[in-house]
């Protein structure tokens, strides 16, 4: 391990010796005089044992306390003195703390922040503190700017006095009276041993309850508790972000809370009080939520949000820590106890309209950045898109397993238990959590470019608190960080002239002067960027008070558009580049929020009664991972099946769900102008079935339809009757049960179709895993119907792990063939010739996806069919490509007669198991044998991991491509080509063709989302459909009327009713929805 | 390359040590506690839950047993009674075999196979075979080959015992809408552990559920109900605790049984273990207590270990037959819930289910085996708790010793008192049950003792 850490540290010197960073240069505190370090002491009464957030840092303030037009800094300790630097010009700093008057009597200072509180044009300074906790003294102190390089310390007097456990602070006028109010952010300490119910919030609690603090003109008021801000002891607030979120002109927040606490979105009402929403905007969120940004990163106008956690990116150090729960606390987090999912990892939330967010840092490549603090957005090379710096590191990192488990028994327990105390011993063998500071180069697709050690050289310092400044006046924008046990780290930017930039600096006439809230359209080079002015971003610090734009090559602005606080806007037309623009509030108009209102054009408007098609499916509680715990995703959650048809034989359609595991399926018969759920006997006596997919059809050839059904869960293994599917003849009086072939497996798909012209119906069955034995090929069939009664005609033993299939003449020979997905297999062809099915080489054959869908359509309109195909996206810990496929072995490990399998993907060329040592070990008890601490099992290879046996003995099954995409036709041969990042975020699940928006053409829509995995991966939630036109056009579902948001949607399908079309579309575990098309 | 120079020059010293006379090698009683702390030490670092460990110490006691009796006609050999266990082999014919020392690399060889820090106990052993062959490389190398011959044959059979098959079997699924179903508590939250125990091979007893207990009383939260009553003493009991303040007797008795191998400690995000030894682990302890006290030999002393370690195993396996059938919800879990979601109990409660108590069952098996070995007026000492810091406590006999372990569970908060009392219950059946069952000592043997 010292010789790994010191082989790095010679790496990371020998980089920085030969190249200097592309684009931030690191002046020394002897080149700017800023000498400030955050020392932190570990005593015995206070440590990381004592105090969980001894670790957090100090705060830092940047903004021109002496209007001189260069930017100064404010930094506070948390138990040395705070300091403030004067600004001299070319990057020189002078330390005026003294004669300031703004050192700081507080024990333990935190957040720092600065904001013109009583309105005079100057910057004041507040200053968080946590106090009463092990005897720390102080309170929150607010320097007032005298305006002639003074302060006074006037907390009290204001009423912002709080004697708190306040870790930062933020200015928002969130009632528009044109002053500065205030949110002060606290934190709970009350220990996580019990999780508590999340109801713990409601009852506000003195020290660690967070304010909001209405400025009544020279005095400020706590109005938490008639503005609906939560309270409760178990409110860990790290993270703070203040904008408005759904554009109604009043600010919203956004609260990052660690540890099991929910985040908060607070809705600003616009009458004084918030509605805490979360649950309905977000799918998840970040867990262990530190800090937090907001910016457009998609130039869509709407405000994006990022919250940070501290999933590490190095192998070496994500296995030898702590990770996500297992699947059952986290169930009884959110079932019993009342919280929202969350998951250790940074979030990115692509803001959907002020709905919804779509979560997407996965697939972004911001997901992991270790022990994160401070995120913040900006153009850095001003190429017009948001870049994005985090910082992060803490001196000792407690989540490492190894000690966790097996060096603090022997050194802290005793000590503990019997003082109180800490052993500095115990301390000392906590492993670092250094690492450096990262670098994103943004883009408008929203795929950030990790440029950590070009742009900035890779450190080895702990930051936190970071704030940016343009403190050279050179135009582009700096950064400075406040460190532990290091003076500040200087990022001074150096892209100048190579490309364009605007400065905005706000000046309004009311106590807000500097017009916190302000919004800022600028419009060049045909690219919309939005910008809210909101100082205080990122961690316990506040950022410079102005607005930037980067430009590129722009040498113009072809107009910006400023919306003030006060909702008046005014527009500046034709502003040249590269200057700093002081914009004063002036011949304004009123603006119309309602004008930010995205134009729905609603295709579908759902019907709230859903016509009496009253289905809600109900999933049961069995969990794959309960018996094959190493498995990638559940097999038992794959339904309802939904099959709609005349089943009473009026013509009508009606509508069968299926149901879970010991639940009965439910049909619902059409009647004069709605739908009634009725029961039929014999497919009641069957709700022992799972049915995942059904069809009503006439199989007997009697004119009447009968009806199919398709049996698996996951959970019946062996011979077990409920995995014979289900065949329910309809005499015109009942439905009586009918033999199927005793094939006992986990179907997932029935398609019916007389291949072989013998005018009945015949079924291809297909097969999608096996249970108990994941990994291992089922077997699918073709069914050959002898009037209403069927048989094997052929067996398909390679096929793969079958989803869905579908008969599509693709060999023009008149005939329909088959086109079958699945996954851990390529989309495969099956060509209808002379009453065989022949598997057909078309140019799929290295497309091994997890593939979910398919339907025909020929999205090119070139005359042929294409085939769209919905894969499981590319916003998931899988990770796939043709060159680094995804590797799933299959063995019998342990050699029990039980088989496992191991997920692995690449990482820089190197294959290692998606899976810590822990999970492997609880199913092959032989790697806790070979691996006797964590810290030799991080960083091992799969090649390293399983001896040469396993690996030769193993069947390796692989993934390709996640990416959901088209089978574009190109002359019977196929090519794949990629739908666009909107499909990408979730397993596609489900297609419906039909023209949904009466323009003579069909259309398909797409449907998805998935929840059935471990929870280090998440949730799939982000897909909220899509109506594919053509290649070129889609349309987001969330734009066209569709709720799709959140929920695993498993069918789409079109019914008529009295002549009007309905598309009824049908989650998991959840309510089906009935919309009406127009 | 360091380490082979080194085995050079020491092979090279004994060759020249080889012109001494060869004594006889002598492995002493404490040779084998030691041999038998040590495993103990092994089983705290890696984490073995109770059950596991106790398979630990029966297959590496019975191994070291095996070895011995082959040479002692005063004791009988397990094969034939422990179930599935054929004949142990025979030296060869001519090896000059010293079978005390063949017990101890049977017995070091078999808890190597068990545990996962195979360094530990390997240190061990080589220094011991360092010793060993400096005095006698004759008599070690026929010793070794014996002891490792013994272990092969335990370990052949072992591999019938359902262990690995168990590794790969079903989680235990939690249900919440079940109020009386077993649900993970704080602070870990972790899974219900070794929810397939009960499918493991017995040694002595017929089946699992030969000792099956009466069933807890009917889940009810109606005032007045047995259920509920037993529900709030264990509420009372820890209110009452805490204002007889922390030096109470109670205290003390529970933290003296508490006996949790690993109890997870938080604070924010840092969080550290408390190790300890198990249930299993402290009547282990009193073994060696009663047989130093007893002066008893190396043979006795090994007999003894077997016999409790034995009827530790099985107790186990009924335990957990129990606990998983009746899969009943921890007191701590109900009393956040409906009467007070800042309660804590004074241990911090352990991942499995709460009926019957794991600790009076095994408790009140190992102290019947030991009662009947050395008799119910042996008064002992009790110091295996003091390396975790906590004091001696004096007992008169071991049935008073398991009394007091079965109730430090009501006093620790995380049993009702059903669970003790019928779990007392059934340990000392099955405890009765194995000493008359397995025929450790011949009956020439157990006339004169």
């Known amino acids: 391990m010292n010789k790994f850490f010191s082989l790095l540290i010679l790496g990371l010197s020998i980089v920085s010796c030969k190249d200097e960073p592309e684009l931030f240069l690191n002046p020394s505190p002897e080149k700017t005089g800023v000498t400030f370090k955050n020392t932190l002491e570990a005593t015995d009464d206070m440590n990381i044992l004592d105090y969980l957030y001894f670790y957090n840092g100090g705060g830092l303030a940047i903004g021109d306390i002496n209007n001189d037009g260069l930017p100064d800094i404010y930094f506070s300790g948390n138990q040395v003195k705070n300091q403030l630097y004067l600004n001299k010009g070319n990057l020189k700093f002078e330390d005026i703390t003294e004669k300031a008057g703004v050192a700081g009597n507080s024990d333990w200072k935190t957040g720092a922040v600065m904001g013109d509180v009583n309105g005079d044009g100057f910057l004041d300074i507040y200053v968080c503190a946590v106090v009463g906790l092990n005897g720390l003294d102080g309170y929150n102190e607010l320097f007032i700017n005298n305006g002639d390089g003074t302060f006074t310390e006037r907390a009290a007097a204001y009423g912002l006095d709080l004697d708190t456990y306040s870790s930062s602070a933020a200015f928002l006028d969130y009632d528009l009276d044109g002053d500065l109010d205030i949110y002060i952010l606290n934190h709970a300490v009350h220990t996580q041993s019990s999780f508590g119910k999340a109801d713990l919030r409601y009852e506000r609690n003195q020290q660690t309850g967070d304010r909001l603090m209405r400025n009544d003109g020279g005095t400020f008021t706590d109005v938490s508790e008639e503005a609906g801000i939560y309270g409760g002891i178990n409110g860990y607030g790290l993270g703070i972000a203040v904008a408005d979120f759904n554009l109604d002109g009043y600010p919203d927040l956004y609260i990052g809370n660690d540890f099991h606490e929910d985040d908060y979105y607070y809705i600003n009402n616009g009458d004084g009080t918030f509605t805490e929403d979360l649950k309905n905007h977000f799918g998840h969120t970040s867990r262990f939520s530190m800090g937090s940004d907001v910016a457009d990163l998609n130039h869509d106008g709407w405000p994006d949000l990022i919250s940070l956690d501290m999933l590490p990116q190095d192998e070496k150090v994500l296995k030898a820590s702590e990770g996500d729960d297992n699947i059952q606390t986290q169930r009884l987090r959110t079932d019993r106890y009342g919280y929202h999912y969350q998951f250790t990892r940074n979030m990115l939330f692509i803001n959907r309209d002020g709905k919804d967010y779509q979560e997407t840092a996965l697939l972004s490549g911001v997901a992991a950045t270790d022990w994160s ?199 500046l037309k034709d502003i040249s580049a590269n200057q700093s623009l002081v914009v004063n509030q002036e011949n304004t108009q009123a ?136 065949l329910y003849l309809n005499d015109g009086a009942a439905f009586s049960s009918a033999a199927m072939p005793e094939l006992f497996d986990n179907t997932s798909v029935l398609a019916t179709y007389d291949y072989d012209g013998d005018g009945d119906l015949d079924v291809f069955a297909g097969t999608q895993a096996i249970t108990g034995s994941f990994g291992k090929t089922p077997v699918s069939y073709l069914l050959e119907n002898e009037i209403g009664s069927f048989r094997v005609a052929q067996e398909f033993k390679d096929l793969g792990m079958v989803t869905a299939a579908v008969w599509s003449d693709f060999n023009r020979d008149g005939k329909l063939d088959l086109v079958i997905v699945g996954e851990w297999m390529a989309p495969t062809f099956l060509e209808n010739k002379n009453g065989r099915l022949t598997k057909v080489d078309l140019g799929t054959e290295n497309l091994n996806g997890l593939w979910q869908s398919v339907i025909p359509f020929d999205i090119d309109g070139d005359g042929d069919e294409d085939y769209l195909v919905g894969n499981w996206g590319e916003n998931s810990k899988f990770k796939a490509s043709a060159d680094a496929p995804m590797v799933m072995f299959y063995n019998d490990f342990d050699n029990n007669g039980q088989t496992e399998t191991i997920i692995t993907t690449a990482k820089e060329g190197k294959y290692y198991p998606l899976m810590g040592l822990d999970a492997l070990a609880s199913q092959v008890v032989s790697f806790r044998k070979k691996y006797q601490n964590y810290r030799d099992f991080a960083g091992q290879t799969i090649e390293q991991i399983l001896s040469k046996e396993q690996l030769e003995t193993s069947t390796k099954l692989e993934v390709q491509t996640l990416e959901t995409g088209y089978l574009r036709n190109d002359g019977g041969k196929f090519e794949f080509v990629a739908l666009g990042r909107d499909f990408q975020v979730a397993p596609v699940l489900s297609f419906c063709k039909f023209d949904f928006d009466n323009d003579g053409k069909e259309e398909v829509l797409a449907a998805g989302n998935y929840f059935g995995v471990q929870p280090f991966h998440g949730r799939l939630d982000s897909f909220n459909g899509a109506l594919i036109k053509d290649e070129n056009t889609v349309i987001p579902g969330d734009q066209i009327g569709l709720d799709f948001a959140r929920k695993s949607i498993r069918d789409l399908s079109i019914l008529s009713l009295n002549g009007q079309k309905y598309l009824l579309a049908t989650p998991n575990n959840a309510t089906s929805q009935l919309y009406k098309l127009d | 390359m360091l380490k082979k120079l080194s085995l050079l020059v020491l092979s090279a010293v004994m060759i020249t040590s080889c012109s001494k006379e060869e004594k006889p090698l002598v492995v002493t009683p404490d040779d084998y506690n030691n041999a038998v702390d040590k495993v103990t030490e092994v089983i705290i670092h890696d984490i073995f839950s109770p059950p596991v460990a106790s398979r630990i110490y029966a297959y590496s006691n019975m191994a070291a047993y095996e070895v011995l009796v082959q040479n002692n006609p005063d004791y009988k050999s397990l094969a034939g009674q422990i179930n599935e266990l054929g004949e142990t ?200 207590i009663a047989t130093k006290k007893a002066n008893a030999d190396l043979m006795e002393t090994v007999y003894v270990y077997t016999k409790t370690s034995v009827a530790l195993f099985d107790g186990f396996i009924s335990c957990w037959d129990e606990k998983y059938r009746s899969n009943l919800i921890r007191p701590e879990t109900l009393i956040n819930q409906y009467i007070d979601d800042a309660w804590a109990p004074v241990l911090q409660t352990p991942p499995f289910p709460e009926y019957s108590s794991g600790h009076s069952v095994v408790s009140g098996a190992a102290a019947e085996v030991l009662t009947q070995i050395y008799g119910d007026n042996f008064q002992f000492d009790d110091d295996t708790e003091t390396a975790y810091g906590l004091p001696v406590r004096s007992f008169d006999s071991f049935r008073n010793a398991s009394s007091e372990a079965a109730l430090s569970r009501l006093y620790g908060g995380i049993h009702y008192r059903a669970a003790i009392e019928e779990g007392l219950k059934q340990g000392r059946q099955l405890g009765q049950f194995v000493s008359q069952n397995l025929q450790m000592k011949t009956n020439t043997a157990q006339a004169s003792n």
């Open chain 1, 591 to 726: 603006f119309d929020y309602n004008s930010l209102k995205p134009k729905q054009q609603k295709l579908f408007s759902k019907v709230t009664n859903s016509l009496g098609l009253d289905f809600t499916h109900i999933e049961d509680a069995y969990s794959d991972f309960d018996r094959e715990k190493l498995i990638p995703y559940q097999i038992g959650d794959r339904g309802p099946a939904v099959a709609v048809g005349d089943l009473d034989g009026d013509g009508n359609d009606d509508v069968l769900f299926g149901g879970s595991k010991y639940i009965p399926s439910q049909v619902f018969i059409q009647q004069d102008s709605a739908f009634a759920k009725t029961e039929f006997p014999a497919i009641k006596k069957d709700s022992i079935n799972e049915e995942v997919t059904a069809i009503i059809a006439d199989f007997n050839q009697d004119r009447k339809n009968d009806l199919m059904t398709g049996t698996a869960g996951g959970d019946f293994f062996n011979r077990a009757k409920p995995l014979i599917d289900g």
């Open chain 2, 89 to 288: 082999p025979k030296p060869d014919a001519d090896a000059a075999v010293n079978y005390d020392v063949a017990a101890l690399v049977a017995q070091m060889e078999m808890a190597k196979s068990l545990i996962f820090s195979e360094d530990r106990i390997t240190e061990m052993r080589d220094s011991l075979y360092m010793q060993w062959k400096e005095q006698n490389p004759t008599e070690l190398e026929a010793s070794k080959a014996y002891g490792l011959k013994v272990a092969d044959h335990i370990k052949a059979w072992m591999d019938g015992d359902m262990y690995k098959q168990t590794r790969t079997m079903p989680k235990f699924s939690v249900n919440p809408d079940n109020p009386s179903r077993w649900q993970p508590t704080p602070p870990a939250y972790m899974d219900g552990i070794e929810p397939h125990w009960m499918k493991i091979r017995t040694l002595v007893i017929d089946s699992a559920d030969q000792f099956k207990p009466i069933p807890p009383p009917a889940f009810s939260l109606e005032e007045g109900s047995e259920f509920h009553k037993q529900l709030m003493e264990v509420y009372d009991v820890r209110n009452a605790m805490t204002e007889e303040g922390d030096e109470s007797e109670k205290m003390e008795i529970a933290k003296f049984w508490d006996c949790n191998p690993y109890v997870s400690t938080h604070k924010g995000h840092l969080m550290f273990a408390t190790k300890k030894i198990t249930p299993g682990g402290h009547w282990i302890g009193i073994v060696k």
């Open chain 1, 373 to 571: 603090w401070s995120a913040l957005f900006a153009d850095f090379n001003q190429d017009m898109q948001q870049d994005l710096f985090i910082s992060n590191g803490i001196p000792k990192r407690p989540n490492d397993l190894d000690y966790i488990k097996f060096v603090s028994n022997e050194q802290i327990q005793s000590k503990i238990n019997n003082t109180g105390l800490i052993d500095t011993k115990a301390l000392d063998l906590m492993p670092s959590g250094v690492t450096h500071n990262y670098v994103y180069e943004g883009s408008a697709d929203l795929q950030f470019k990790d440029q950590s050690g070009k742009w900035i050289a890779n450190d080895t310092i702990v930051s936190g608190a970071t704030a940016y400044a343009d403190l050279d006046n050179d135009g582009d924008l700096d950064l400075v960080t406040n460190n532990i046990n290091a003076s500040p780290t200087f990022y001074i930017n150096k892209t100048d002239e190579k490309a364009n930039y605007l400065k905005l600096k706000l000046k309004t006439q009311s106590s807000n002067t500097y017009a916190i809230g302000a919004k800022v359209y600028a419009y060049a080079n045909g690219i919309k960027q939005f910008k809210e002015l909101y100082t205080v971003r990122g961690f316990q610090a506040s950022s410079e008070p102005l607005i930037h734009f980067g430009l590129g090559d722009a040498k113009v602005v072809d107009s910006v558009r400023i919306i003030w606080p006060d909702k008046t806007s005014q527009v």
